[in-house]
C-alpha cells in the first residue's frame, strides 16, 4: 500500500472501528493522540490502530479483577487475536480495525504473537529479570514490537530501519519503568536486573523503603547508561522515514530524552517519587523549577559546537549532527525551565558561518526551520519568550518566517525567555548601534558627551537583553567567536569538552555548579551576587 489510499473507504462498520481505535488513545495515551496529529491523513489512523491493540492488551492485562482473572481474560484475547489474524475477519471493534491496518501495511504477524507472549508472561508472574540481555528481550517483546509495528505504516523498510525502531520502543519502555517504578514495587514488581542490584549489595526491598541512598543512586546510574546507548542508537529512526513522517518521530526521541534528563536531574528520588509522565493531557506541562544549591544564573548564554565533529565520528552525514543539535537545544531549554534560569541565549548561526559550503547551509537552514515550527506550540505552552537577535536580511525566507512567527506568538510569555542569535556578530551589532548613535548625534537629538552605555544598548538588536552571568561553550574549543560582546563583559566562562548534541541536563548542571562556586567581585573588592536579582518563577 503507497500510504495515500482512503483508510475507510470499505464500509461505515469499519469506518466506525477506527474512530473506536482513536477514542481508545484519546482517552487512555493522549501523548501519543497529540503526536499523531503531525501524521497525514492517510496515515494517522492506521498508526493509532496499532497503539490502540497494544493499550487495549495492556489494559487487559493490568485492570479488573484478580491476577488470576487477568491472566484468563488476558488468554483469550491473545487467543482471539491470533486466530483472527489467521482467517483476517473480527467482529470486535477495536480489533477489527488493527486486523485491517496489519493487512493493508502487511505487518508481520510473527510481531504481533511476540508482542502478546511477552505481555502474557509478564501477566502471568512478576518479572525477574537476570540481566540487562534478559530486560532488553522483554522491551523488545512489549514496545519494541509496537514502534515496529507502527513504523511499517510510516513506510520504513530494510532490516536495519526495523531494527532501529525496535530499539526506539525499548527507550520507550525504560521511560514507562521509571515513571511507573513506585507503583510497581509496591505491587512487588521490579524491572531492573537482578545482577545489577547485587553488583551494589541492594535488594527489592532496599528499593521500596529509600534507604541507602548513594547505592540507589549508583543503580539509577547504571540504568542511565544504558538508556543513552539506547537513546543513540535509536537516534537515526527519524532519517529513515518519509520526512512527512519525521516530526513524529522526533517527538518521540525528544520525549525520551528529556525524561532521560529528569531521571539524572531525580537520581534515587525516582524510587519514592516516580516520574511523572511529560503530559497526561497532550499539552505540554510546566514542572516547577528544581532547587539548586548554591543559586542559579539568572541569564546563560551558550555557544553550541561541535556538531559536525559529532557527526564525522559516528562516519554520519553533517546534517544529521545539525539535527541531533537541535534536539540537544530543545532538551536545554527544558533544562533551563527545569533549574530555574530566567533567561537562556543560543548562538545558532553566527555572521562567519556563511563561509560553508552552500549544501551545508540549506540543510543547516532546513533543519533550523524545521526544529523552529515543531517546538513552536511547545515553547508557547511552556511560557517561553523567544526572540530573534542578528540580521534579518539574509537568512533564507522560510527560516525568517519561522522565527518571526514564533517571535510573534510567544511575545507575551514571561516564564523562560529565550534569545537566538541567527545571523548574529558582535561586532557587527555594535558597528549598527554606533552608526544609529552617530545619525542621532547628527539630528542633534543627543550630544555626544549625553552618550552613555545605555545610549548604545538601546540600539542593540534586542534590547533589554540583560548581562549575561554564565557563558557556556561545548567541544573543548575557547573563545567567544563574536558572540554577544557588549553583554559578556562580567560572565563567569565555563568551557566543555562535550560535543554540543551530547550536552544535556548533567553538564548544564555542572557548569551550574561551577558558577556558584565562582566569587563575583564585578572589578570592586566585594563579592557579587552569586544568585539572579529576579527569582525564578514556581508555577
Request: hydrophobic share 40%; net charge negative; glycine share 8%.
Amino acid at each position: 500500500m503507497s500510504g495515500n489510499e482512503v483508510p475507510f473507504a470499505d464500509s461505515p462498520e469499519l469506518s466506525a472501528s477506527y474512530e473506536v481505535c482513536a477514542a481508545e488513545i484519546r482517552e487512555f495515551l493522549p501523548p501519543m493522540w497529540r503526536a499523531t496529529e503531525v501524521l497525514p491523513t492517510a496515515i494517522r489512523p492506521h498508526v493509532l490502530a496499532v497503539n490502540s491493540f497494544t493499550v487495549r492488551s495492556d489494559r487487559i492485562a493490568d485492570e479488573g479483577g484478580t491476577p488470576q482473572v487477568r491472566e484468563e481474560q488476558f488468554a483469550r484475547w491473545r487467543e482471539d487475536t491470533l486466530a483472527e489474524l489467521r482467517t483476517g475477519r473480527s467482529q470486535h471493534p477495536l480489533r477489527r480495525a488493527f486486523l485491517d491496518t496489519v493487512r493493508r501495511w502487511e505487518i508481520d504477524p510473527a510481531l504481533i504473537e511476540e508482542f502478546l507472549d511477552t505481555m502474557g508472561a509478564d501477566c502471568a508472574a512478576p518479572p525477574a529479570f537476570e540481566t540487562f540481555a534478559e530486560q532488553r528481550r522483554y522491551l523488545r517483546g512489549i514496545a519494541g514490537t509496537t514502534i515496529e509495528m507502527a513504523v511499517s505504516v510510516l513506510d520504513m523498510s530494510g532490516p536495519e530501519a526495523k531494527a532501529t525502531a525496535s530499539v526506539l520502543g525499548e527507550v520507550c519502555q525504560l521511560v514507562d519503568i521509571f515513571e511507573d517504578l513506585p507503583t510497581d514495587l509496591a505491587a512487588g514488581r521490579c524491572y531492573l536486573p537482578r545482577a545489577d542490584l547485587r553488583q551494589l549489595d541492594l535488594e527489592v526491598a532496599d528499593l521500596r523503603r529509600g534507604e541507602r541512598l548513594d547505592a540507589l543512586d549508583e543503580l539509577v546510574d547504571i540504568q542511565l547508561g544504558r538508556w543513552r546507548d539506547l537513546l543513540e542508537q535509536a537516534m537515526p529512526v527519524a532519517g529513515m522515514v518519509n520526512p512527512e513522517c519525521r516530526t513524529f518521530l522526533h517527538t518521540m526521541l525528544l520525549g525520551a530524552w528529556m525524561q532521560y534528563d529528569e531521571a539524572t536531574l531525580r537520581k534515587s528520588r525516582v524510587f519514592a517519587d516516580g516520574m511523572e509522565p511529560l503530559t497526561s493531557t497532550g499539552a505540554a506541562r510546566r514542572r516547577p523549577a528544581w532547587p539548586v544549591a548554591g543559586g542559579v544564573p539568572g541569564h546563560v548564554g551558550v555557544i553550541m559546537d561541535g556538531n559536525r565533529r559529532w557527526a564525522a565520528r559516528r562516519t554520519l552525514p553533517v546534517s544529521r549532527g545539525h539535527q541531533a543539535g537541535g534536539l540537544a537545544a530543545m532538551r536545554l531549554v527544558n533544562a533551563s525551565l527545569r533549574l530555574g534560569v530566567r533567561h537562556l541565549s543560543i548562538y545558532a548561526f553566527s555572521t562567519e558561518n556563511w563561509d560553508r559550503s552552500q549544501e551545508e547551509l540549506a540543510a543547516l537552514f532546513e533543519t533550523m526551520a524545521d526544529g523552529i515550527a515543531r517546538g513552536t506550540e511547545w515553547l508557547h505552552e511552556l511560557g517561553v519568550r523567544v526572540r530573534w537577535c542578528g540580521r534579518r536580511d539574509r537568512v533564507d525566507p522560510s527560516l525568517a518566517s519561522v522565527l518571526t512567527l514564533v517571535e510573534s506568538l510567544t511575545s507575551h510569555n514571561d516564564v523562560l525567555s529565550l534569545t537566538l542569535c541567527v545571523d548574529y556578530g558582535g561586532r557587527d551589532e555594535l558597528t549598527d548601534a554606533a552608526r544609529a548613535l552617530a545619525a542621532e548625534v547628527a539630528a542633534g537629538t543627543i550630544q555626544p558627551e549625553e552618550i552613555g552605555p545605555a545610549d548604545l544598548a538601546r540600539h542593540l538588536y534586542t534590547p533589554g537583553l540583560p548581562d549575561i552571568d554564565l557563558l557556556i561553550r561545548t567541544s573543548g574549543e575557547q573563545r567567544i567567536s563574536n558572540f554577544l560582546p557588549w553583554h559578556l563583559a562580567y560572565a563567569e566562562l565555563v568551557f566543555d569538552p562535550t560535543p554540543w548534541p551530547d550536552f544535556g541536563l548533567a553538564q548544564f548542571r555542572e557548569a551550574i555548579t561551577a558558577y556558584a562556586g565562582r566569587r563575583r567581585t564585578f572589578g570592586g573588592g566585594l563579592p557579587g551576587p552569586a544568585r539572579p536579582v529576579e527569582p525564578a518563577p514556581t508555577p
